[in-house]
């Protein structure tokens, strides 16, 4: 248990809806991270939300986008889903983003399949 | 996405056996971090490394961050079923927080009792 919880933990949609996946953080963690498991691969950074704001992002089309909210918690919108967005997406909270190599607790995911 | 070379992609030892995986990149990381993820979950940290050679412990497992700083080790001792699972190395290259780790594709390991 990381404290860390997401939600839906598995949901289903079809080429062209939208998706909002949510994620509370660890009690005292101000930092949000999402990224995106593929099967049979590793995690792939998608973005960061720190004090309410994106604080870095990685290799995803705009169709990707989050919000974070004053009680830290954080949700990821896609958009017009792709067949290829079907993935594990994982919340991983953190204290602040200063220092290497802070320790990150993820959530169990949200398992998203697109049809 | 870039992502990290692991090795092996899988492997099944018997219980009681020592487990070795690494990790290689074309490039330079700060800070390399091992985790372990079981089904249904997300991934667990196990160990994190700052410091190039630093050799860290915890219990039964044993990493290195190696002198180069663009590769990692990863080794079990005495493997019991409970190990089973996908362990996974990343790497951040930053000094700072905001850094994203970059992953690789994990190593399943099973264990024969």
């Excluded at chain 2, 990149?25 to 079981?38: A, E, H, V």
């Excluded at chain 2, 002198?67 to 699972?85: E, M, Q, W, Y």
């Amino acid at each position: 248990e990381t404290g860390v919880t997401q939600s839906p933990t598995h949901l289903i949609k079809t080429r062209g809806q939208q998706v909002t996946l949510r994620c509370s953080s660890q009690s005292g963690h101000n930092t949000v991270s999402w990224y995106q498991q593929a099967l049979g691969q590793g995690p792939q950074f998608i973005f960061q939300y720190y004090r309410e704001e994106e604080n870095g992002r990685g290799n995803f089309p705009p169709r990707f986008s989050g919000l974070q909210f004053p009680n830290y918690s954080s949700e990821l919108n896609v958009n017009a889903l792709e067949l290829d967005d079907s993935a594990l997406y994982l919340c991983a909270s953190s204290v602040g983003t200063g220092g290497p190599g802070r320790e990150l607790f993820f959530g169990e995911g949200s398992r998203l399949t697109v049809l | 996405g870039q992502q990290l070379n692991q090795s092996p992609q899988s492997m099944f030892i018997q219980e009681g056996e020592d487990v070795s995986m690494n990790c290689t990149s074309s490039s330079i990381f700060n800070t390399w971090l091992w985790y372990k993820q079981d089904p249904g979950e997300g991934p667990v940290l196990l160990i994190a490394l700052y410091k190039a050679g630093e050799l860290t412990s915890n219990g039964r497992l044993t990493a290195q961050f190696g002198i180069t700083r663009k590769d990692s080790f990863l080794n079990i001792s005495a493997s019991i079923p409970s190990d089973v699972g996908i362990y996974f190395c990343a790497g951040q290259r930053g000094n700072s927080g905001n850094t994203p780790l970059v992953f690789g594709k994990g190593t399943r390991l099973s264990v024969i009792a």
